[in-house]
């Protein structure tokens, strides 16, 4: 159980291209959903926090209207890079859990974006 | 502001030898968790922590947790090829529903057959 899938696995495309990438809960409810950035060799970096049905809570520095993330059901989250650039190229990886207490995140795959 | 302190950074053993890596929270936290990243990957969950001085194992693996909730610990004993990647300590203030996790930086573990 606990399943998540994000797709694309990888992403190659031009500056100034758009980007979605989408996150979901295969076999349970994920009320919460988390977008993280990791650079090589480092630890993640937590983009966003988004709850269904409502606004997503940005972590400092993040650039909402750069990376816009939609969560409208309790089982599908996207981010879109807009409009990205060289220095978006990264790893980014999304993570669920339901609204239990003390649950784990479950992880999608992660879509490596490089941008050229 | 909050911090997960995770130390070694890197860690290089022998097969056969143990390993431990050590996570320290500025803050009192709610419960930790330890996640498992192999190359190219993405993190695995492996335990949860939530009690004050609770100790769990899977295997070879103990996890412990500070009696003030302020430090973990992950202890490997005899190590294998497959044990290879970086293994990061999350914690987490809330129970509730933003159980937004504060990462430490991880501890990459090479193991040499």
């Known amino acids: 159980g606990a399943v998540v899938s994000q797709h694309p696995s990888r992403v190659i495309c031009k500056s100034g291209t758009s980007v979605k990438i989408e996150c979901r809960s295969l076999d349970f409810q994920a009320t919460t959903m988390f977008w993280y950035r990791q650079f090589p060799k480092q630890s993640l970096m937590l983009m966003a926090t988004s709850n269904e049905g409502s606004k997503a809570t940005y972590e400092q520095g993040v650039e909402k209207d750069k990376f816009l993330i939609n969560h409208a059901s309790l089982t599908l989250s996207t981010l879109t890079v807009t409009s990205a650039h060289p220095e978006d190229s990264s790893f980014y990886i999304c993570?669920?859990?339901?609204?239990?207490?003390?649950?784990?995140?479950?992880f999608g795959d992660g879509t490596r974006l490089s941008i050229l | 502001g909050q911090q997960v302190m995770q130390i070694p950074q890197y860690q290089h053993v022998q097969e056969g030898e143990d390993f431990t890596t050590y996570c320290n929270s500025s803050?009192?936290?709610?419960?930790i968790q330890w996640y498992k990243q192999r190359p190219g990957g993405h993190p695995v969950f492996l335990i949860q922590?939530?009690?004050s001085g609770e100790v769990k194992k899977q295997k070879r693996l103990t996890f412990q947790f500070g009696e003030a909730k302020k430090n973990s610990s992950l202890h490997i004993t005899a190590t294998q090829t497959t044990d290879v990647g970086t293994y990061f300590c999350?914690?987490?203030?809330?129970?509730?529903?933003?159980?937004?996790?504060?990462w430490g930086l991880g501890t990459s573990l090479a193991v040499n057959p």
């Open positions: 803050t009192t936290l709610s419960n």
């Open positions: 999350a914690g987490s203030r809330n129970a509730g529903n933003n159980r937004k996790l504060i």
């Open positions: 993570s669920a859990a339901t609204d239990r207490v003390h649950q784990p995140q479950h």
């Open positions: 922590l939530v009690k």
